[in-house]
């Protein structure tokens, strides 16, 4: 009879509190990680995941735990704990922080900042660059961050952009906060991934979608998902804007030949 590990995923929580039961080894890992990859590309500020019905069939299969803490290290950079195991050693090469219970978990990564993460839903028409603009305007106003507005509008105009032009389903624009820094990425329906090659010749057309992207992130990447993938860029304020000539962008274009 086939393994099986089921997801509970409470969102009454402090924190969305997971609840893994079954039994966990190499034929459930895969399906593990990819409920966990999909509560992570919402952008919780963190997770709690519940092991206390979960059997550990072969040790090794806990890596996928720390593969998950890898992938999304960067982004969305949510702070992740474990709770409920009877020994606690076993997992500690999955690198996440291990508690007894849910509420040791919640007691620990404390109160969630309040007005630092923002989502808006698109439709891949024309118009919805301009209305991730909008939104990211409004956010950087509100958290009193004017330098970054610029940098993250480009990205998302990109982004945004790539997914008209390509992709063509529905995105969510996802913003958030993150001490002096700040994240924006882009949620889609496509398995595509973006390549960036480096500079583009200046008599080529197109093609200078992630090298805008490129200029102005401290780190850039994506998160292949089941369903689709997360193009995501990490911003500072100090970041160098390019020339304005090189951003007048049409939003019913798309300046990237690559597929998203």
């Given at each position: 009879?086939?393994?099986?590990?089921?997801?509970?995923?409470?969102?009454?929580?402090?924190?969305?509190l997971?609840?893994?039961?079954?039994?966990?080894?190499?034929?459930?890992?895969?399906?593990?990680?990819?409920?966990?990859?999909?509560?992570?590309?919402?952008?919780?500020?963190?997770?709690?995941?519940?092991?206390?019905?979960?059997?550990?069939?072969?040790?090794?299969?806990?890596?996928?735990?720390?593969?998950?803490l890898?992938?999304?290290?960067?982004?969305?950079?949510?702070?992740?704990?474990?709770?409920?195991?009877?020994?606690?050693?076993?997992?500690?090469?999955?690198?996440?922080?291990?508690?007894p219970?849910?509420?040791?978990?919640?007691?620990?990564?404390?109160?969630?900042?309040?007005?630092?993460?923002?989502?808006?839903?698109?439709?891949?028409?024309?118009?919805?660059?301009?209305?991730?603009?909008?939104?990211?305007?409004?956010?950087?106003?509100?958290?009193?961050?004017?330098?970054?507005?610029?940098?993250a509008?480009?990205?998302?105009t990109?982004?945004?952009?790539?997914?008209?032009?390509?992709?063509?389903?529905?995105?969510?624009?996802?913003l958030?906060?993150?001490?002096?820094?700040?994240?924006?990425?882009?949620?889609?329906?496509?398995?595509?991934?973006?390549r960036?090659?480096?500079?583009?010749?200046?008599?080529?057309?197109?093609?200078?979608?992630?090298?805008?992207?490129?200029?102005?992130?401290?780190?850039?990447?994506?998160?292949?998902?089941?369903?689709?993938?997360?193009?995501?860029?990490?911003?500072?304020?100090?970041?160098?804007?390019?020339r304005?000539?090189?951003?007048?962008?049409?939003?019913?274009?798309?300046?990237?030949?690559?597929?998203?």
């Open positions: 009879m086939p393994s099986e590990v089921r997801h509970l995923v409470d969102r009454g929580q402090t924190y969305p997971v609840r893994l039961t079954g039994v966990l080894d190499a034929d459930t890992a895969t399906p593990v990680r990819t409920a966990l990859l999909d509560l992570l590309a919402t952008q919780p500020e963190a997770i709690v995941v519940d092991v206390t019905g979960l059997r550990v069939a072969q040790s090794d299969a806990i890596s996928v735990l720390r593969e998950v890898d992938q999304t290290r960067d982004w969305p950079g949510s702070h992740l704990a474990l709770c409920g195991p009877a020994d606690a050693l076993p997992w500690q090469p999955s690198g996440w922080p291990v508690w219970d849910p509420a040791g978990a919640f007691a620990a990564l404390g109160e969630p900042e309040t007005d630092r993460r923002v989502s808006v839903d698109l439709e891949p028409v024309v118009g919805a660059a301009r209305r991730s603009r909008e939104v990211i305007t409004e956010a950087c106003g509100r958290w009193e961050q004017p330098d970054l507005a610029g940098n509008c480009i990205v998302a990109e982004m945004v952009n790539n997914v008209v032009a390509h992709a063509r389903t529905p995105m969510r624009v996802l958030a906060l993150h001490g002096d820094t700040m994240s924006v990425a882009v949620r889609d329906g496509s398995a595509k991934i973006p960036f090659t480096g500079q583009v010749a200046p008599t080529s057309y197109g093609g200078r979608g992630l090298l805008l992207i490129d200029s102005v992130a401290t780190r850039w990447g994506h998160l292949a998902l089941a369903d689709g993938k997360v193009v995501w860029a990490r911003l500072e304020a100090d970041s160098e804007i390019p304005t000539k090189d951003l007048q962008r049409d939003d019913a274009g798309m300046t990237d030949p690559t597929r998203g």
